[in-house]
């Protein structure tokens, strides 16, 4: 395992661009390998998580290749896939793991599916729940991967989403594809909607109204040419490091603006953020433009309630801007936290004690007591191999008084094998 030194930095300046979205990337290969036709994904995320998506739906017998900078998928229809007589192995993804699953309770074929020793921690159940409710049927270690899935015919279902999870919402929506009947969900508090915009863009038959999607299977979906936004997750360790940092710009091309993912902008701006938005387009379905952010005066907010899942993914490298900023950040209502790669909530309260910065946690979250900007403590800081922990303090490390260290940096090749790269770029010492 690999330990970097990052930072300090005096400034950050610079125009970059982040690769595809870690989310649409993976759909694109799912729903390009449902429809029918050639499905030629442009800035596809070229990362350990979406390289082995492809590798599984290969498996399932989707021919997959790439020329030139963009991959083409030559889909069959939803009932081309073929049984692997390989369990199918997601690495570290649980958006693979279960939006896959979704798709294979659909098939009458049985299949296995497992990933790393992260993702045979996390709860496979809230997915098992519902896709067996339609009719699926499942073995698994307790609610945890390995799962066998046993599909069938399944029918269509209504079913309330007992949290907010665009991967639980997405695998139904795929299975309810192929079901008998229509389905409808209900979102409590609104998550991602990637998989309903790229759905729709592709024709399947799916509808939208107050907080409720609805599917009716039967009609077959068509390829059609995606471009992949750049990563807002990505994008947002170096916004925050703009805004940060003294005497900086930094401007973050092409970005992607789903407003179910810009959480991270309205919450920096809330706290004095200057960040404004420029050539703002759409894109198959989804809207795009740059982000620009210049050094900043951050104060302490409260965040919860619905914002939670528009910046989920956000809150470690939030939690590392909410500690530089003056005043108290308060954290609620994010308990998801605790079932991502790593138990988030426990992860960043560790690495922001030993960097010097005073916090308590909540069962659902943390007050945050930000240093009103001193330069964070020298230490070593373990990443406990969760990729966005590792970019969090590697940005606290630019405004470290003499940088961080950091464990286990290879983690990043989960999302944005290029991280580093970018972090010499823009970082001027
Ligand atoms: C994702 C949904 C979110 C997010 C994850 C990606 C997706 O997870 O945290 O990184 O692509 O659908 P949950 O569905 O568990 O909230």
């Given at each position: 395992m690999k330990k970097m030194h990052v930072g300090p930095a005096k400034n950050c300046r610079k125009t970059v661009t982040v690769q595809g979205d870690k989310s649409i990337s993976h759909r694109a290969i799912i729903i390009g390998s449902m429809a029918k036709g050639t499905t030629i994904v442009s800035n596809f995320l070229e990362a350990e998580d979406t390289l082995n998506t492809i590798k599984v739906y290969r498996e399932l017998g989707v021919k997959i290749e790439k020329t030139k900078n963009k991959y083409y998928i030559y889909g069959r229809g939803a009932g081309s896939l073929r049984q692997s007589h390989e369990a199918l192995y997601v690495g570290n993804s649980g958006t693979n793991i279960r939006l896959t699953m979704g798709v294979l309770s659909a098939k009458n074929f049985t299949s296995v599916i497992t990933g790393d020793g992260q993702i045979v921690k996390r709860p496979m159940g809230r997915v098992i729940e519902p896709l067996t409710l339609m009719g699926a049927k499942f073995e698994s270690n307790q609610g945890k991967a390995p799962v066998t899935i046993l599909g069938g015919t399944l029918k269509g279902i209504e079913y309330k989403l007992p949290m907010a999870s665009a991967q639980v919402k997405s695998a139904v929506l795929l299975a309810a594809l192929g079901a008998r009947g229509k389905t409808t969900i209900k979102e409590p508090i609104v998550s991602r909607d990637h998989t309903e915009r790229m759905l729709k863009y592709f024709g399947a038959p799916i509808t939208q109204s107050k907080g409720v999607i609805t599917v009716k299977p039967g009609k077959e979906m068509k390829a059609k040419p995606v471009f992949v936004p750049g990563d807002i997750s990505s994008a947002a360790y170096f916004i925050i490091a703009g805004l940060m940092m003294k005497n900086s710009v930094i401007r973050v091309k092409?970005?992607?603006?789903?407003p179910t993912r810009t959480g991270i902008i309205e919450v920096m701006k809330k706290m004095g953020g200057r960040i404004k938005i420029s050539g703002l387009k759409v894109k198959n379905n989804e809207p795009v433009g740059d982000v620009i952010s210049s050094t900043s005066r951050l104060k302490g907010v409260t965040i919860g309630g619905a914002m939670i899942p528009k910046l989920i993914d956000e809150i470690p490298v939030i939690a590392v801007a909410a500690a530089f900023a003056a005043g108290k950040t308060v954290i609620r209502?994010?308990?998801?936290?605790?079932?991502?790669?790593?138990d988030r909530i426990e992860t960043v309260i560790k690495n922001l004690r030993r960097i010097g910065v005073k916090v308590e946690e909540l069962p659902d979250g943390m007050v945050i007591h930000g240093n009103g900007g001193v330069p964070f403590k020298y230490a070593d800081i373990d990443s406990f191999s969760d990729h966005r922990i590792a970019m969090a303090f590697s940005v606290a490390a630019l405004s470290g008084e003499n940088g961080l260290l950091i464990k286990?940096?290879?983690?990043?090749?989960?999302?944005?094998?290029d991280f580093f790269d970018i972090m010499k770029k823009i970082s001027v010492k």
């Open positions: 092409n970005v992607g603006l789903n209502d994010a308990k998801e936290l605790r079932y991502k790669e790593t286990d940096v290879e983690c990043v090749n989960t999302s944005f094998p």
